[in-house]
């Protein structure tokens, strides 16, 4: 075995990871194409009523919108402060 085997060994385990990795970015990037356009808004807005009523941190509100066949569900997820 001579030294130039073990370098090209580790280029192919490290192109392998950065294909994965450019796959991962890419699927995220399809996704976030699809969602629609008025999205980044309705959230805010949701948001910003919920806000008006309980003093919540942003970290603890998770939207998520799902796509079906012939429907979309847009889900809320806010952690409420204990009382």
Sequence with gaps: M???EIFRKKEKQSANIAKERLQIIVAHERAARNSPDYLP??????????KKYIDIDMDQIHVNLENN??????????TLPGS
């Design 69 to 78: 066949n012939d429907s979309s569900i847009l889900e809320l997820n806010v």
């Design 41 to 50: 808004a309705l959230q805010k807005d949701i948001l910003a009523v919920v």
């Design 2 to 4: 001579s030294l130039f």
